[in-house]
């Protein structure tokens, strides 16, 4: 009788499990940040008044799945509080996901439409978050996953209508079509080591907006990431080497490095030390030596108040420490110090190389399961000549700091499987 019973229990959960292969899930996003600033992205002069403004994301997600099928499409609307007339009556929405991707046993997929490309430390490919519409491509993706491999191969090919006489594409985007690999490997627990490679190969417009010939420059960067996460230590490097030639046909040979190394002690506090390193030209030499990060969540490095996106003439070298305080399970502090670089002195100006010091404080507050709350202060202390020169505006002898405060509200709001 037990077996009899035991097989039917069996059979019912098969049953069910079977008619409920369907999941269907609609996620939604407001994220408003109110901005103070008073020196972010370009230094203040003496006497410039501070702006104050509020940025917001909205964003309505659907998601289906089933075994070997996925499907994603997301739509947002970005702008500043102010920006729409009171009865505007035109729209102003985007999609910023939209995309199918097929599974095959074992572990292959293929993905197409537009996506977020976003690899490793977002170094060079990444999301963006941080930045109110994000990043996105039309792509098709290929891979395939398990726990230990993960091997993607990408490509995009884009134009600015159904049919070019020629070909030649005005960059809407910045590029005209790109291809690259990326392969993770994920050692055994017991040795919590991370291995990436990642190679792009970058291809951009160099043809005549007169009789719309099109003609495709390209630029090759290939690097790897490493992460090694021993108990309570977080190591991570990186470096990628670029070479080919730039928009304007020039050769190019650049590089980057960096490196992280962080320390939790007795789960409460985490201390980080870190140095970014990008190449630069010096003036002197014809060929292309400034590295480019290219489609990258820049904001996560060299400093919250963006001054540098690592795409400098003459590079940039970043000194960093982080202190991350662990105060609440719902309440974490961060602290991170910049010292910034130039890479390379331009040999024709009496400029130093020094560029001035950042101070980064946030604040994040998980006050439900789906809402979160963070501030933020900044200030670029002993800002140089250089810095001035570089950023064309601006006065060393000003104040430069900025704040803000953003919730983000994420909740799931509709779930049903069948």
Same mark, same amino acid.
């Given at each position: 009788?037990?077996?009899?019973?035991?097989?039917?229990?069996?059979?019912?959960?098969?049953?069910?499990?079977?008619?409920?292969?369907?999941?269907?899930?609609? #996620?939604?996003?407001?994220?408003?940040?109110?901005?103070? %600033?008073?020196?972010?992205?370009?230094?203040?002069?003496?006497?410039?008044?501070?702006?104050?403004?509020?940025?917001?994301?909205?964003?309505?997600?659907?998601?289906?799945?089933?075994? @070997?099928?996925?499907?994603?499409?997301?739509?947002?609307?970005?702008?500043?509080?102010?920006? %729409? @007339?009171?009865?505007?009556? =035109?729209?102003?929405?985007?999609?910023?996901?939209?995309?199918?991707?097929?599974?095959?046993?074992?572990?292959?997929?293929?993905?197409?439409?537009?996506?977020?490309?976003?690899? #490793?430390?977002?170094?060079?490919?990444?999301?963006? %978050?941080? @930045?109110?519409?994000?990043?996105?491509?039309?792509?098709?993706?290929?891979?395939?996953?398990?726990?230990?491999?993960?091997?993607?191969?990408?490509?995009?090919?884009?134009?600015?209508?159904?049919?070019?006489?020629?070909?030649?594409?005005?960059?809407?985007?910045?590029?005209?079509?790109?291809?690259?690999?990326?392969?993770?490997?994920?050692?055994?627990?017991?040795?919590?080591?991370?291995?990436?490679?990642?190679?792009?190969?970058?291809?951009?417009? #160099?043809?005549?907006?007169? #009789?719309?010939?099109?003609?495709?420059?390209?630029?090759?960067?290939?690097?790897?990431?490493?992460?090694?996460?021993?108990?309570?230590?977080?190591?991570?490097?990186?470096?990628? =080497?670029?070479?080919?030639?730039?928009?304007?046909?020039?050769?190019?040979?650049?590089?980057?490095?960096?490196?992280? !190394?962080?320390?939790?002690?007795?789960?409460?506090?985490?201390?980080?030390?870190?140095?970014?390193?990008?190449?630069?030209?010096?003036?002197?030499?014809?060929?292309?030596?400034?590295?480019?990060?290219?489609?990258?969540?820049?904001?996560?490095?060299?400093?919250?108040?963006? =001054?540098?996106?690592?795409?400098?003439?003459?590079?940039?070298?970043? !000194?960093?420490?982080?202190?991350?305080?662990?105060?609440?399970?719902?309440?974490?502090?961060?602290?991170?110090?910049?010292?910034?670089?130039?890479?390379?002195?331009?040999?024709?100006?009496?400029?130093?190389?020094?560029?001035?010091?950042?101070?980064?404080?946030?604040?994040?507050?998980?006050?439900?399961? %789906?809402?979160?709350?963070?501030?933020? =202060?900044?200030?670029?202390?002993?800002?140089?000549?250089?810095?001035?020169?570089?950023?064309?505006?601006?006065?060393?002898?000003?104040?430069?700091?900025? !704040?803000?405060?953003?919730?983000?509200?994420?909740?799931?709001?509709?779930?049903?499987?069948?």
């Amino acid at each position: 009788m037990r077996i009899k019973l035991f097989l039917f229990v069996s059979f019912v959960s098969v049953a069910v499990q079977a008619q409920r292969e369907n999941q269907f899930t609609i #996620d939604a996003q407001v994220r408003p940040r109110l901005e103070y %600033d008073n020196g972010a992205v370009d230094p203040r002069n003496t006497g410039d008044q501070p702006a104050l403004f509020v940025n917001n994301r909205t964003r309505l997600t659907l998601g289906y799945q089933r075994k @070997n099928l996925e499907f994603k499409l997301s739509g947002q609307h970005t702008g500043v509080w102010g920006q %729409d @007339n009171i009865n505007k009556n =035109y729209g102003n929405f985007t999609l910023n996901e939209a995309w199918g991707k097929l599974r095959f046993n074992p572990g292959f997929f293929v993905q197409v439409g537009r996506m977020p490309l976003s690899y #490793d430390d977002e170094r060079l490919l990444g999301a963006s %978050d941080w @930045n109110v519409a994000g990043n996105w491509h039309d792509a098709l993706r290929v891979g395939f996953e398990n726990e230990t491999h993960q091997a993607h191969l990408f490509a995009t090919y884009l134009q600015n209508a159904p049919a070019i006489h020629g070909g030649y594409y005005d960059q809407v985007m910045p590029y005209k079509q790109m291809q690259g690999f990326w392969y993770h490997l994920q050692v055994l627990p017991e040795m919590p080591l991370g291995i990436s490679v990642l190679g792009l190969n970058v291809g951009y417009e #160099d043809g005549s907006t007169e #009789d719309l010939i099109g003609k495709t420059i390209y630029m090759q960067t290939v690097g790897t990431h490493l992460t090694f996460q021993p108990g309570d230590f977080d190591i991570a490097a990186s470096f990628y =080497y670029q070479f080919g030639k730039t928009t304007d046909s020039t050769p190019v040979s650049a590089f980057m490095a960096s490196g992280r !190394a962080g320390y939790t002690i007795a789960h409460a506090v985490k201390l980080s030390a870190g140095y970014d390193y990008l190449s630069g030209n010096d003036g002197l030499n014809v060929n292309q030596h400034a590295f480019n990060p290219l489609f990258g969540t820049h904001h996560k490095f060299f400093g919250a108040m963006d =001054y540098f996106t690592g795409r400098q003439l003459y590079g940039i070298q970043d !000194a960093i420490g982080s202190v991350t305080a662990y105060i609440h399970p719902k309440l974490t502090l961060d602290v991170d110090y910049h010292y910034l670089q130039l890479a390379e002195q331009n040999r024709f100006l009496d400029l130093p190389k020094g560029l001035g010091h950042e101070v980064d404080v946030r604040l994040t507050a998980n006050i439900f399961k %789906d809402v979160t709350l963070q501030a933020g =202060y900044s200030a670029f202390l002993f800002p140089t000549r250089t810095t001035i020169a570089l950023k064309g505006t601006g006065s060393t002898d000003a104040w430069q700091d900025w !704040a803000w405060l953003s919730l983000n509200i994420n909740p799931r709001i509709f779930f049903t499987s069948w």
